[in-house]
């Protein structure tokens, strides 16, 4: 019984938002985001971005199933630059300050340090 109220619960928390169970459905969220919002995307640039956030999600997937946890933090913010900068070599310089507008409104905000 105790086994089975954990395994429920192990599931039940990988479907929260903001748990690693979910990175897929994040990043397919974001990428929904930018083609829906950056409404001037050519049919060669939207074919791109959707190859970037694929790449991007394999790269993710790969990296969360190894590594440590501080490893794998500095590993995720490598893959976040690459595909930051091959989405900056898709778009032009105006979509591309809508599309950093678009990520800086994504990023939640920093919790506050507690005095302890």
Same mark, same amino acid.
């Given at each position: 019984?105790?086994?089975?109220?954990?395994?429920?619960?192990?599931?039940?928390?990988? @479907?929260?938002?903001?748990?690693?169970? =979910?990175?897929? !459905?994040? $990043?397919?969220?974001?990428?929904?985001?930018?083609?829906?919002? $950056?409404? =001037?995307?050519?049919? =060669?640039?939207?074919?791109?971005?959707?190859?970037?956030?694929?790449?991007?999600?394999?790269?993710?997937?790969? %990296?969360?199933? %190894? @590594?440590?946890? @501080?490893?794998?933090?500095?590993?995720?913010?490598? $893959?976040?630059?690459?595909?930051?900068?091959? $989405?900056?070599?898709?778009?032009?310089?105006?979509?591309?300050?809508?599309?950093?507008?678009?990520?800086?409104?994504?990023?939640?905000?920093?919790?506050?340090?507690? !005095?302890?």
């Amino acid at each position: 019984m105790i086994c089975f109220a954990l395994i429920a619960l192990g599931q039940t928390a990988l @479907g929260q938002p903001g748990r690693r169970g =979910d990175f897929a !459905d994040r $990043i397919d969220e974001e990428k929904k985001e930018v083609l829906q919002e $950056i409404t =001037d995307l050519n049919d =060669d640039q939207k074919l791109l971005i959707e190859e970037v956030y694929e790449q991007f999600k394999a790269s993710l997937k790969n %990296t969360m199933s %190894t @590594g440590e946890r @501080g490893e794998m933090r500095e590993k995720f913010q490598d $893959i976040k630059t690459e595909k930051d900068n091959a $989405i900056k070599d898709v778009l032009n310089e105006d979509q591309f300050k809508l599309y950093e507008e678009l990520m800086q409104k994504r990023k939640p905000p920093r919790r506050q340090q507690r !005095d302890e």
